[in-house]
């Protein structure tokens, strides 16, 4: 592996300084075909305003420059993101789920005949909310192993193609995830409202024995839920233009927003972040 020391790292990197800039060396380079690839960014003001790659290699094409600048630049976004929206994600409450879950059983063994008229729809959402409850845990693992490869990027101050490709696939599962997710709460919501409306047939002393659950199940299936649950979606159903597209149900649609994420990452890359390299354009 062809590795330069810092002064020569500096001394590259200051032929594309510009006046009033300072000067950040990332503390791992990008590793491939014995070749290294430090990542300089160049600040003014505290912002970013250019990139250099820089490797010891004289005659790097456009090409390795430009890939190396793309899988560092990845690598950071992604574990940027993870920080910025899955630990959010990870927070989100489940119990007010977990709690409605345990009414309805309870309910059930208390009005049988009642709810024997709804079984399908009432064994349907509880399946549907166990998917719900189970996504933290899902994205904690996905997270800690993020984290794994963060860390041995760091230590080893070498970042590989393969690491990039891991952590993309993370990132998906992530999305992945939370759109699966989000469908599974719309379908919950349609459930849960053919139950209220079962349950409104209900006498005066059933209903005072369910009550806590048809506060639930109306917070749980209201229009508000709705629009919130739709307006996540919709940040999952965009081109890499920004245009809205409908994805297949199932796991055909989770393959196509794996094939759209990498496009839309691509494109990012191209038009919003390639510009910013200044040794190679």
Same mark, same amino acid.
């Given at each position: 592996?062809?590795?330069?020391?810092?002064?020569?790292? /500096?001394?590259?990197?200051?032929?594309?300084?510009? *006046?009033?800039?300072?000067?950040?060396?990332?503390?791992?380079?990008?590793?491939?075909?014995?070749?290294?690839?430090?990542?300089?960014?160049?600040?003014?003001?505290?912002?970013?305003?250019?990139?250099?790659?820089?490797?010891?290699?004289?005659?790097?094409?456009?090409?390795?420059?430009?890939?190396?600048?793309?899988?560092?630049?990845?690598?950071?976004?992604?574990?940027?993101?993870?920080?910025?929206?899955?630990?959010?994600?990870?927070?989100?409450?489940?119990?007010?789920?977990?709690?409605?879950? *345990?009414? *309805?059983?309870?309910?059930?063994?208390?009005?049988?005949?009642?709810?024997?008229? *709804?079984?399908?729809?009432?064994?349907?959402?509880?399946?549907?909310?166990?998917?719900?409850?189970?996504?933290?845990?899902?994205?904690?693992?996905?997270?800690?192993?993020?984290?794994?490869?963060?860390?041995?990027?760091?230590?080893? /101050?070498?970042?590989?193609?393969?690491?990039?490709?891991?952590?993309?696939?993370?990132?998906?599962?992530?999305?992945?995830?939370?759109?699966?997710?989000?469908?599974?709460?719309?379908?919950?919501?349609?459930?849960?409202?053919?139950?209220?409306?079962?349950?409104?047939?209900?006498?005066?002393?059933?209903?005072?024995?369910?009550?806590?659950?048809?506060?639930?199940?109306?917070?749980?299936?209201?229009?508000?839920?709705?629009?919130?649950?739709?307006?996540?979606?919709?940040?999952?159903?965009?081109?890499?233009?920004?245009?809205?597209?409908?994805?297949?149900?199932?796991?055909?649609?989770?393959?196509?927003?794996?094939?759209?994420?990498?496009?839309?990452?691509?494109?990012?890359?191209?038009?919003?972040?390639?510009?910013?390299?200044?040794?190679?354009?």
């Amino acid at each position: 592996m062809e590795n330069m020391d810092l002064n020569n790292i /500096k001394s590259k990197a200051n032929e594309y300084k510009k *006046i009033f800039e300072n000067i950040d060396i990332y503390p791992y380079c990008y590793c491939e075909a014995n070749t290294s690839y430090y990542y300089v960014s160049y600040k003014r003001f505290n912002k970013i305003s250019g990139v250099a790659i820089l490797t010891e290699k004289n005659n790097s094409t456009k090409h390795e420059v430009i890939n190396a600048f793309k899988m560092i630049y990845t690598f950071n976004r992604i574990m940027s993101e993870a920080i910025d929206q899955m630990v959010p994600d990870i927070r989100k409450p489940v119990s007010v789920l977990q709690e409605i879950k *345990i009414l *309805i059983t309870e309910a059930e063994n208390r009005l049988f005949k009642v709810f024997e008229k *709804i079984k399908s729809e009432t064994n349907e959402l509880k399946t549907i909310l166990d998917e719900i409850i189970d996504f933290p845990e899902k994205l904690i693992i996905i997270l800690k192993e993020m984290q794994a490869i963060e860390k041995s990027v760091l230590d080893s /101050k070498c970042l590989l193609k393969e690491n990039v490709e891991r952590m993309m696939e993370l990132n998906i599962k992530h999305y992945q995830i939370m759109y699966s997710q989000g469908r599974a709460q719309l379908e919950g919501i349609k459930k849960a409202r053919i139950i209220l409306e079962e349950l409104a047939q209900v006498n005066e002393s059933e209903r005072k024995e369910i009550n806590q659950l048809l506060s639930h199940l109306k917070l749980f299936s209201a229009e508000r839920a709705v629009i919130d649950v739709n307006k996540s979606q919709s940040t999952f159903e965009k081109d890499e233009y920004g245009n809205k597209i409908t994805l297949s149900q199932g796991e055909k649609g989770l393959e196509e927003y794996k094939e759209m994420f990498y496009k839309r990452a691509n494109h990012i890359f191209e038009n919003n972040i390639k510009h910013n390299l200044r040794n190679f354009k």
